[in-house]
């Protein structure tokens, strides 16, 4: 069975880094037909696709354009866990940050599992 | 941001069927990419209920069906119970993005 275990703050203050990582069991962060993203979901919102990075002959990343410039995705084999790393947090970074696999599909992705979520407030 | 549109909610009564509309653009459903769906209950994270515009994953009940043409996928969930009320989320990848997104969300209510 796949699970994904997150850990980390659930209080971040304005402008500082919000640091969350996602410890992966049943499967390999390494496998080649999956990618490890996280997505958002802000009170009573939405869900927001984050990034991800997944591995094929070397690794690759990809941010939304939203969170550009102030995200990092890394990947930790020794661990077989990911992490999260967002910058300069406000406000509007306040929400529930899930931990996700995805599949390939064709010629687009799913995301099969799903960690249970992390509450992160962004206050001072 | 939520490109792909969904209705804010759809009702029916216990038995009777619903169908969940999911519109995208050129760039997304418009184009070459499938869509994908997913039901949360409350306080839960999201689960896979369809992938690939029309497939199961093992432990879906056959109630939930999804179909897809052009711009617009839909999601239809026969014989309506009680547990189905939930929020229902489609999904797709994005060319003009270089990434995913997310319909903006459908609240199923069960009268």
């Known amino acids: 069975q796949i699970r994904l275990q997150p850990s980390g703050p659930g209080l971040v203050k304005p402008s500082q880094t919000l640091s969350l990582t996602c410890a992966v069991s049943?499967?390999?962060?390494?496998?080649?037909?999956?990618?490890w993203n996280w997505i958002r979901q802000a009170p009573s919102s939405g869900l927001e696709w984050l990034g991800r990075?997944?591995?094929?002959?070397?690794?690759?990343?990809e941010y939304a354009l939203s969170v550009k410039g102030r995200i990092t995705i890394n990947p930790d084999t020794s661990r077989n866990q990911f992490s999260l790393q967002l910058t300069s947090v406000t406000h509007e970074d306040t929400a529930v940050y899930y931990c996700?696999?995805?599949?390939?599909?064709?010629?687009?992705?799913?995301?099969?599992?799903w960690g249970r979520g992390t509450p992160v407030t962004v206050s001072s | 941001q939520s490109v792909l549109t969904q209705p804010p909610s759809v009702s029916g009564a216990p038995g009777q069927t619903v169908t969940i509309s999911c519109t995208g653009t050129s760039s997304n459903l418009g184009s070459i990419y499938d869509a994908h769906w997913y039901q949360q209950l409350p306080g839960r994270p999201p689960k896979l209920l369809i992938y690939g515009n029309v497939n199961r994953p093992s432990g879906v009940p056959d109630r939930f069906s999804g179909s897809k043409s052009g711009p617009s996928a839909s999601l239809a969930i026969t014989g309506l119970q009680a547990e189905d009320e939930a929020d229902y989320y489609c999904?797709?990848?994005?060319?003009?993005?270089?990434?995913?997104?997310f319909g903006t969300g459908t609240k199923v209510i069960v009268l």
């Open positions: 049943g499967d390999s962060v390494s496998s080649k037909t999956v990618g």
């Open positions: 999904q797709s990848s994005d060319s003009s993005l270089s990434g995913f997104v």
């Open positions: 996700v696999r995805g599949h390939t599909w064709h010629l687009g992705w799913y995301f099969d599992i």
């Open positions: 990075t997944y591995f094929l002959s070397e690794w690759h990343y």
